[in-house]
């Protein structure tokens, strides 16, 4: 990568120093490096540029140095390689930003227990960027958040220190768009959506992230970049909630769900395949359409559609158990004296992640109920269930000790032959036709 070559410029003294920088920014700090900020990184490691991984977790940072981390392993590979050629470093202070000459910022956006959003992360890590500022530098947002984020938590605070956006700084919006768990869907091949706090802003993040992406689609303004991320998974939610309620109806209609499914697929236009499941985990569908309805309430706007999607996405767990409990009770078997395998903790198949998992939700219901759970998921060794019972993953389960085997998430590669010999199998996942009987939800 090119040298930068710096200009500097006469401001008014009441206003910071302004440098002017007139190529690509050599070295980018990249804030959070959870499951968006390390393979973001490891991108423009890849493109070339010198990288500054920053995370406040020093197991986090252990975790990487180690290799011991969530990736496909063709980036496992990538960060062997970047950590080996010293273009990317890893540290744990937050004013390590001040070294670099784009800044992007990746961390966490969840919400709490009333499913409020809870950006304090969000907050802490755009106070500190502020905080080492420097003019000349670009600063992008990725984080999924409210609309209106990017201006108050970097744009505002930026031009109280006398840097403004356009002018002394670069300041950005290009929401995340990567899909966990599926190798066959590459982060470059997903186009990226900019949106600047002004024309300049925009055209340095284009030059910032190009490398990373075949295609950057540049949007008018801050606000509708990030407003485009909460369109996108907002949208998802309300088709995930309709898959589970037309599952429903299929099932009181005798019909296999996912036949009628992939046969509405087969429309070219119109129809975009949603499936059935036990439930909507992680860190986006379940969470991120608060970030658009918390602010609407508060300025009296309704979107009911979005309200009762997200509301049967929070229920649909409780659907399984009910129906979990339904099946133990038609067979005569007390709660307080039935055992159930809850196969599959990850909140998705090929991921080692429990955020929000409807399997954990779905025990931690049988639990409350008095039956005795355990679980199966070789990429989740452990959770804990509310009240802080800590259940641990059983390795190699069999049939004979479960009276009720609940099929949640099944990994890639996972045995499942075992499955075939258990008698009662509820299959939340509508695709494992396993088991002597096989149920659905």
């Not at 910071?16 to 490096?33: D, F, H, K, Q, S």
């Not at 784009?102 to 959003?117: F, L, Y």
């Not at 300025?299 to 309200?307: L, M, R, S």
Request: proline share 8%.
């Amino acid at each position: 990568m090119p040298e930068a070559r710096v200009l500097e410029v006469e401001a008014p003294a009441a206003r910071v120093p302004v440098t002017r920088v007139e190529t690509a920014p050599a070295t980018i700090a990249v804030v959070g490096l959870g499951y968006v900020g390390l393979p973001t990184a490891l991108a423009l490691h890849a493109a070339g540029a010198p990288v500054i991984g920053i995370d406040v977790s020093e197991r986090r940072l252990l975790a990487i140095r180690s290799r011991d981390v969530d990736l496909p392993r063709t980036d496992v590979l990538r960060l062997e390689g970047a950590l080996g050629d010293g273009r990317l470093r890893l540290s744990s202070i937050p004013a390590a930003v001040a070294a670099a000459d784009a800044v992007i910022v990746c961390v966490p956006t969840p919400v709490d227990e009333q499913r409020r959003p809870h950006p304090a992360a969000l907050r802490a890590a755009c106070a500190n960027v502020v905080a080492h500022a420097r003019a000349g530098q670009t600063i992008v947002l990725t984080s999924t958040t409210y609309v209106g984020s990017t201006r108050e938590l970097l744009v505002e605070p930026l031009a109280e220190r006398g840097l403004r956006a356009g002018e002394d700084v670069f300041v950005a919006f290009a929401p995340e768009r990567i899909l966990p768990g599926d190798p066959t869907v590459q982060q470059r091949a997903v186009p990226r959506v900019v949106g600047g706090a002004t024309a300049r802003c925009t055209a340095r993040t284009r030059e910032l992230l190009a490398p990373t992406a075949d295609r950057i689609h540049t949007v008018s303004s801050l606000e509708a970049a990030e407003l485009t991320k909460l369109y996108e998974n907002t949208f998802r939610a309300v088709n995930l909630a309709f898959a589970n309620e037309m599952a429903g109806v299929s099932a009181h209609l005798g019909i296999d769900p996912v036949e009628v499914v992939d046969a509405a697929a087969t429309k070219p236009y119109g129809f975009l395949a949603h499936y059935p499941g036990p439930g909507v985990g992680g860190h986006c569908i379940p969470v991120d359409p608060y970030y658009l309805l918390e602010p609407l309430r508060g300025d009296g706007v309704a979107a009911p559609i979005a309200e009762q999607a997200m509301a049967a996405i929070e229920a649909r767990p409780g659907a399984v158990a009910e129906r979990a409990l339904s099946l133990l009770r038609g067979r005569g078997i007390a709660w307080d004296e039935a055992t159930a395998l809850v196969v599959g903790m990850a909140y998705k198949p090929g991921v080692a992640d429990a955020r929000e998992s409807p399997g954990l939700a779905i025990a931690e219901q049988l639990h409350g109920a008095g039956v005795d759970v355990a679980y199966h998921d070789p990429r989740v060794a452990e959770v804990r269930l509310a009240g802080e019972r800590v259940l641990r993953s059983v390795p190699q389960p069999t049939p004979a000790p479960f009276d009720l085997v609940v099929v949640t998430a099944l990994h890639d590669g996972a045995e499942r032959a075992w499955l075939d010999d258990c008698e009662h199998v509820l299959d939340a996942t509508y695709r494992v036709r396993l088991g002597r009987n096989r149920h659905l939800v």
